[in-house]
């Protein structure tokens, strides 16, 4: 049976056995399969994947791996611009937008609050889930690894963390955000766009005492949800007023 040495770097590791972790290893084959094939069993998704060197030179996903080849598998560089003839993932959209998987209801809320266009679809199945992601060129989050696999899905990302604000800071640095975050644009509710009213105008529907301690209300354009700067969104300026300094 054929064999090939692969190595992959990175943070791809986190997707691979411990044993294969760091470490260039042997994997045997059948057949002329496609290195995305064998990426993805591997266990690691192809949107994960920013740069696969086959022998020293760049190839893309559908290169077919022969006898004795040696694999370098690369996640986005973080500080290193790849020539865009290497690159296999399609360019980045001027605007960021997300859809994300049923477990993630919490980090959509907070992805729009910070001001993205975020899709939530709570009662989809993967499929849908991945044809939204393709159709609207958007970025599918998950924690589902078999989700990212599907062929139809070129952008996405598995998230690791389990905290909504740990993974929050995960996607804003894996997509670097830094410079697009721009708070109380969008509804967290249905992901609607906000509009500065009037608080003479909305004065009655608003909880009590709330007109006695804020002046500034913006009011969604698609659901009509009426928001102001209370003590969440507090949490959330500390929050990326950190993220920030971090970067």
Known sequence: MPTAQIRFYAHLNDFLAPRRRQVTFEHAFDGLPSVKDMIESLGVPHTEV???????????????????????????????QLPDEWRIQPAAPSAARF??????????????????????????????????????????????????????????????????????????????????????????????VLESVDKAKIADQLPHNTAEYYDEFQRCQSCGKIFWRGSHYDQMDEFIERVLRDR
């Open 50 to 80: 920013e740069l696969i060197l086959a022998n020293g030179a760049p190839v893309d996903f559908n290169y077919h791996v022969a006898e004795g080849d040696r694999l370098s598998i690369y996640p986005p560089f973080e500080h290193l």
């Open 99 to 192: 859809v994300c998987d049923v477990h993630l209801g919490r980090l959509a809320a907070y992805l729009r609050m910070i001001g993205f266009d975020t899709l939530f679809p709570e009662d989809y199945h993967d499929e849908e889930l991945a044809r939204i992601s393709s159709e609207e060129d958007r970025i599918l989050l998950t924690r589902d690894r078999g989700l990212l696999k599907r062929s139809i899905v070129k952008r996405g990302y598995s998230v690791r963390n389990t905290d909504p604000w740990q993974q929050l800071e995960e996607v804003i640095k894996r997509f670097d955000l830094y410079d697009a975050v721009m708070g109380f644009r969008r509804c967290v509710s249905c992901n609607g």
